[in-house]
């Protein structure tokens, strides 16, 4: 009996530990719109970025590439507001293919295969109500280490989500633009 309290009260202090280590140091709602809410966290060691797709009521996580519910989230990582190349970089949310793509801008707006930029950073996706919307929607959370955005305390940061080949971007882009090539004209912005 008494190893049992001894174990019991170890795993006490190691949930106590890691809690203390991912306490929420400040919260940043940047997007409330009738069909998007962003909200970013920030804990000692991870930037959580949530976006929730208050428009998309179907679950079309696994569907074919044009069919497909899809985010994608790109950094300005030194905030100078251009594509720079091996500099710069972003995440595609998870498909039947990969759990998370991960890479590098090149130049002409290309960018590196998915794997391209290591990470840690951890990608998730749900179809499911929440506190921006009582019916079931795409939420996509993107939790990132710290030390994966180069020490810098601005974020700059553009989202792009995909519904049935439907793009919607933040900050939103031009009409005249086209919504597949990237750009750091405008970005979303998140200190700490």
Known sequence: ??????????LLMLLFTSCQEDETLQESTL???ENTFIRVTESENHILIRVESLSDFTDNRNGDVNQTDYCNISFDINNNGTIDSDIDFGYESPTKHYDICSYYFLENDAITHCGGHATEAIFSESFTTSAASSEPHMIWELSIPKEELNNTRTLAFTVKTIDKGEFNTHPPISKKS?????????TLKFEW
């Open 178 to 186: 086209n919504p597949v090539l990237f750009t750091f004209k405008e």
């Open 31 to 33: 997007v409330q719109s």
């Open 1 to 10: 009996m008494r190893n049992v309290v001894i174990h019991f009260t170890i």
